[in-house]
């Protein structure tokens, strides 16, 4: 098993910043895919980027491509959102995920908060 613990989330006016940051802990892989997720109220959720552990490929929702960096530290066993001019819809709960099936991630975090003021 895997489990993920997000934090980082806040309150921030629009066009801020803010770091997510995710630690994964238990049987971790390098095959993983590691994702960042956030669902809006009323909205689907909606995956923002994704990473690969092992070859560092790197995926961006087109919403937030130039704006948003995914990254990870291996000896930390973690991965980070970095959230550069922070919109009003940016505003969400950001899960980070893991797992080896890119379409479906196994493993899930209980989620942060971000709030963007306009």
């Known amino acids: 098993q895997v489990q993920l613990v997000e934090s980082g989330g806040g309150l921030v006016q629009a066009g801020g910043s803010l770091r997510l940051s995710c630690v994964a802990s238990g049987r971790t892989s390098r095959l993983y895919t590691m994702h960042w997720f956030r669902q809006a109220p009323g909205k689907e959720r909606e995956s923002v980027a994704r990473?690969?552990?092992?070859?560092?490929?790197?995926y961006y929702a087109d919403s937030v491509k130039g704006r948003f960096t995914i990254s990870r530290d291996n000896a930390k066993s973690t991965v980070y959102l970095q959230m550069n001019s922070l919109k009003p819809e940016d505003t969400a709960v950001y899960y980070c995920?893991?797992?080896?099936?890119?379409?479906?991630?196994?493993?899930w975090g209980q989620g942060t908060q971000v709030t963007v003021s306009s």
């Open positions: 995920a893991a797992g080896v099936v890119v379409e479906h991630p196994a493993y």
């Open positions: 990473i690969g552990w092992s070859s560092g490929y790197t």
